[in-house]
């Protein structure tokens, strides 16, 4: 007997109709003998219709109220799946997070999952069907939490962990994951299998298919991952540990987001600790600062800082600069119009060339490069947000991926 998480993301269970062909998939695996936890997202566009409920009351709605508000979307999606299942003659039963419980911890709207109690779910996975909402837990004070979006992944690999289950099956819309988007990219291809860094970097640079954090964890705890499509019988994308992996290919996909901004500091006095007073109060306000440059002026006293964060808190971030009183400096420049695109490959570590290969591409489309951000596996560009497109199909084409 094997025990089976089944994560269901939003289009999967995005009308009625979807529901009950997802109740069809869980009793098909049901039947072979499985053990079947299914997890579940919101119906497709319902946690931003909450959202926008939320703002018509106030721009500044009350963080804890908001994750009431926006848990109850799986709410619904779990209880409508039980009644499906029950409808096909099967023990089904939905759970709400504090009734299993789901503990948490960590502020509203970004906690995560700690424990839960497994034992009368494994109870009941003797001979029916648990359904638990993903996105959510309770704290220890009794609160309702929500763990950011694209929540449900980290649930669904959480529960695996703590109920030991064999393996996790994420199902979505696509058919696995692809070595760019396949919507904006047609001749993106599937990968057959990828390991958990790549997946977590490609997750952490734009790729929507998972969540970087489920992966994270997937990858500490050597939990299986397979993506799939609801919607296909197909086999999917197989994301395990870095041995079972073909190094043949240098490049194994190309990401992008579209939700960057650049800021620089200009005229910056040189002095040691001047870096740690500027991104400190940023860390403190859970700013996120991803690339960074320095260039020292030549005549060694004054230098400028080149930074990257997420464009939702340029504002916030800007602000906080002027107010920073630890650091001196002549002027602050800014540019909301810009995307990160990165190329990400276990093989990338043994191939010479993959530098040169990546920025001659760019240069051949006169595509201008503005920050640069590299590891073992990865290698990262600002660029013109107008270039991003262009950018993407040429690093697909010239690293053997269409």
Known sequence: MV??????????????????????????EHEKGNQIIAVLSAMSGKTNELIDLSKKITNNFNKRELDVLLST?????????????????????????????ILTEGEHSNARIVNMNVKKINNFLQDGIAIIPGFQGISKIGDV??????????????????????????????DGVFSTDPNKIPVAKKIEKISYDEMLELSSLGAKVMQSSAVQTAMMYNIPLEVRSTFTDRKGTKIFEQQNID???????????????KITLLGVEDRPGVAANVFEPLNKSQINVDMVI??????????????????????????????????????????????????VGAGMVSTPGITYKMFRGLADENINILAISTSE???????????????VKKLHTIFDLD
């Open 145 to 174: 939490t929500t763990i950011g979006r694209g929540g449900s992944d980290a649930t669904a690999v959480a529960i695996a962990k703590l109920f030991e289950a064999d393996t996790c099956e994420i199902y979505t819309d696509v």
């Open 294 to 343: 320095q260039n020292i002026s030549s005549d060694q006293k004054t230098t400028d800082i080149t930074f990257t964060i997420k464009r939702e808190d340029l504002l916030k971030t800007k602000e906080i600069l002027k107010n920073n009183r630890r650091i001196n400096y002549k002027d602050i420049t800014q540019n909301d119009r810009v995307s990160k695109v990165s190329i």
């Open 3 to 28: 025990k089976k998480v089944l994560k269901f993301g939003g289009t999967s269970v995005g009308t009625v109709e979807r529901i009950q062909h997802v109740a069809k998939i869980i009793k098909k």
């Open 247 to 261: 190094y043949s290919k240098s490049v194994t996909g190309v990401a992008y987001s579209k939700d960057d901004a």
């Open 73 to 101: 979307g799986e709410q619904v999606t779990c209880a409508l799946l039980a009644g499906a299942l029950i409808e096909l003659k099967l023990k089904a039963k939905s759970w709400m997070n504090w009734q299993i419980p």
């Open 377 to 391: 596996i990865k290698l990262s560009v600002i660029i013109d947000e107008e270039n991003t497109l262009n950018a």
